[in-house]
């Protein structure tokens, strides 16, 4: 679990020349976007005093310097060596040599020339800089702090010392402190596109976006060429709902590397988010390799390519393989029974989870704390109705210190409800924080690694036979893998059809999932349904308006008057449930379902179709229905879907009836249970501990319901969608 990114990002040390040296050289890069600066950290570097080389030729010194800067350490390494047989009193000459060694990562040899240079020129700020470069790279990060701060007595000016003292105490999770080094620094070099960068991702890490992509943009625009800046400006442009932009600078990282599949996979989720079809198309002549050479794929930009979970599984290894791993924890002795109190500690990494953070307050509140103690590490302040909790506020922490403070909790199950759905990763999971590690699926598909031992699912998201499709082991809940988190009281937040800029004797088929879900499949069908219900109008969310105005071009190459699509304002929350309660149908998305959208609409009382995919992003809703008792709204083909929905469409009494049968579902079915959902839980975190206790390997488990009833037949979708061929989004 990352906190500061969301992809790798450069995070270099600066190196600089020695004293009298005028440039960096250039700049390294964490794979697989290269900075390809030559970076200028040298700042206001000054030369050696004159009476120091005076005896040195200047001629040879350039010469040297620039064997440096273009990375040919061993032949200046040895050119210094002989020089120094004659120059024993250059401090240029011992600094260089101190540098080549660290360069080549001869650390104790270049602490001894680094000393050397400092004796014989202790008034040099570059050169105790470099020796601070020694330290940390030694892991001392005491010393080398100690160093750069002397390295500024003597230089306030000086960037090396400025760069890698804020390098150094951004890894011990002084951030602000860090961002305060990175500041000063641009003062003094305000187009330096690395140390643009290095502030650009304190302040994402931050949480401060608008000021990240203020400074990636100016990275960017100093040094064009600075592929990482770039990746990442287009990232946060995209956030903020630029997606024409943030595709334009993808572009440009597709023009100079046409195989960055990252970059690719983010472009493709853009334009799929303008309802620009072309990424299909696109999509398609990159597919065979997209996500598995060089760049891992994000996983976001994953999931709705197509509904195909085998290949999902082989891009998400490979995203998983190419993320930082932690060094693992010290492991504790074997608990051979059960503590009184099994020590759980739940993980938000995203203040912007929102969906994470509600389940997080609707499993806190049903805990049994008597035979569980809470521990909650989220990127927010303690809360003070969260009584008998451990609230542990991870802002801007590092994955190192969070793991720290995870071990030192002694946890027996680590549980995380953030997974890829934001700026997370399994860093801290991957260090094994916890005898038992599991990911309860924000993100609805594998994590791609073994740092998971258990993904929290249920007999329709992963029926038998799909468990080749994890990397974990599942645990199936006997009814849904989620529940419906509570029943508001929408009274408050009634609306007319004439509010929600609906015609009041229509009838109103509307699909509250994301654009980028949206492909021809479901549209073809939706156009056809207009078609064929006199009157009838699809209501869509507040798209972006490059999306608005392609599904109306769509609607009309399809011979549907476009004003019978009709996009709502925006809302949230609350008033988003209460506006969806004025439709007549919800139609469900099908590679990727609706999501917290269809969970949502279920508790409003408004009738979800769906369709069972394949991947468990394409059954997130069949689940859903299938918790509710809803099972007359669950198809399995594309056919089935259509006739289902013009059937409710002509038949209004059958749609009324469902509607009142959701009504009653929701006081009686398992779906809308939270206590229930609770007990079942627990019931499956004890079963996971029980097999760790006993020293037995994970494997798949069933929770057994609480009140054993008869087995229902296996449903008609489950085996045939497992074995079926791979469904595609196209």
Excluded at 673 to 680: F, K, V
């Amino acid at each position: 679990m990352t906190l500061a990114q969301n992809d790798q990002q450069a995070t270099s040390l600066s190196q600089t020349t020695p004293a009298g040296a005028a440039t960096q050289r250039e700049a390294q890069a964490t794979p697989p976007l290269t900075m390809q600066i030559s970076s200028k950290l040298s700042g206001r570097s000054r030369r050696l005093p004159p009476q120091d080389n005076a005896k040195l030729d200047p001629e040879h010194q350039e010469q040297l310097t620039a064997l440096f800067q273009h990375g040919h350490f061993q032949q200046a390494a040895t050119r210094c060596a002989e020089l120094l047989n004659s120059h024993r009193r250059s401090a240029f000459l011992w600094e260089l040599l101190g540098r080549c060694h660290l360069a080549q990562t001869a650390l104790d040899e270049a602490a001894t020339c680094l000393n050397k240079a400092c004796e014989l020129n202790p008034t040099s700020a570059t050169t105790f800089a470099a020796m601070g470069d020694v330290y940390r790279r030694q892991n001392r990060p005491v010393d080398a702090i100690a160093l750069y701060k002397k390295a500024l007595i003597l230089d306030s000016t000086c960037l090396p010392a400025l760069n890698n003292l804020g390098n150094t105490l951004l890894e011990q999770d002084r951030i602000i402190e860090a961002d305060q080094c990175f500041a000063t620094a641009i003062d003094q070099a305000p187009d330096n596109a690395q140390l643009l960068y290095n502030r650009a991702n304190i302040q994402r890490q931050l949480g401060n976006m608008g000021i990240a992509r203020d400074l990636y943009g100016q990275a960017a625009r100093f040094a064009p060429n600075f592929l990482e800046a770039r990746y990442n400006l287009a990232q946060l442009t995209g956030m903020i709902g630029q997606q024409s932009e943030a595709i334009r600078h993808l572009d440009q990282i597709l023009l100079a590397r046409p195989n960055d599949d990252r970059a690719r996979a983010q472009k493709l989720r853009l334009m799929a988010e303008l309802c620009d079809w072309r990424w299909l198309d696109e999509y398609q002549e990159h597919r065979r390799h997209l996500g598995l050479r060089g760049s891992a794929c994000a996983p976001q930009a994953q999931i709705a390519l197509e509904d195909n979970p085998d290949l999902l599984r082989i891009r998400m290894q490979a995203h998983a393989s190419s993320r930082p791993q932690s060094d693992p924890a010290p492991q504790r002795p074997r608990a051979e029974t059960r503590p009184q109190r099994l020590r759980v500690g739940y993980f938000v990494s995203s203040a912007q989870d929102l969906d994470a953070l509600r389940l997080l307050d609707s499993l806190l509140a049903r805990h049994n704390q008597s035979r569980f103690a809470l521990y909650v590490y989220a990127a927010s302040a303690p809360r003070a109705d969260l009584v008998g909790v451990h609230h542990r506020d991870i802002r801007g922490l590092s994955a190192t210190t969070i793991k720290t403070q995870a071990v030192a909790d002694q946890l027996d199950i680590a549980i995380e409800l953030t997974s890829y759905t934001h700026e997370a990763d399994a860093t801290v999971f991957s260090a094994r924080i916890a005898p038992v590690q599991i990911a309860m699926p924000g993100f609805p598909g594998t994590m791609g690694t073994p740092a998971y031992d258990y993904i929290l699912g249920d007999a329709v998201t992963c029926p038998p036979g799909s468990e080749r499709y994890f990397e974990e082991h599942v645990i199936r809940m006997p009814h849904s893998y989620q529940s419906v988190t509570a029943l508001q009281d929408l009274s408050g937040h009634q609306f007319s059809r004439r509010d929600c800029g609906l015609p009041d004797d229509a009838f109103v088929f509307c699909s509250i999932t994301a654009s980028h879900a949206l492909t021809p499949r479901e549209f073809d069908i939706w156009m056809r349904l207009l078609a064929r219900v006199e009157g009838s109008v699809l209501w869509l969310p507040d798209y972006p308006e490059e999306a608005q105005a392609a599904l109306r071009q769509a609607a009309s190459d399809r011979r549907v008057d476009p004003d019978r699509v009709i996009f709502a304002a925006a809302s949230t929350g609350e008033e988003r449930m209460a506006r969806s309660m004025v439709a007549d149908l919800f139609l469900d998305s099908f590679t990727l379902n609706a999501g917290p959208a269809a969970r949502d609409a279920l508790a409003a009382g408004l009738p979800v179709l769906t369709m069972a995919g394949r991947q468990f992003a394409a059954r997130t809703t069949a689940s859903l229905l299938a918790a509710a008792d809803i099972e007359d709204l669950l198809t399995t083909t594309p056919q089935a879907y259509e006739a289902r929905a013009l059937e409710l469409a002509e038949d209004r009494d059958q749609l009324l009836a469902l509607r009142s049968k959701l009504r009653l579902m929701q006081t009686k079915a398992p779906l809308f249970d939270t206590t229930r959902y609770m007990r079942d839980l627990e019931r499956g975190l004890d079963m996971v501990f029980a097999r760790h206790s006993d020293a037995l390997l994970p494997q798949h488990v069933t929770v057994p319901a609480e009140d054993v009833v008869p087995a229902k037949p296996t449903d008609s979708y489950s085996a045939a969608q497992t074995a079926g061929t791979p469904i595609h989004a196209a």
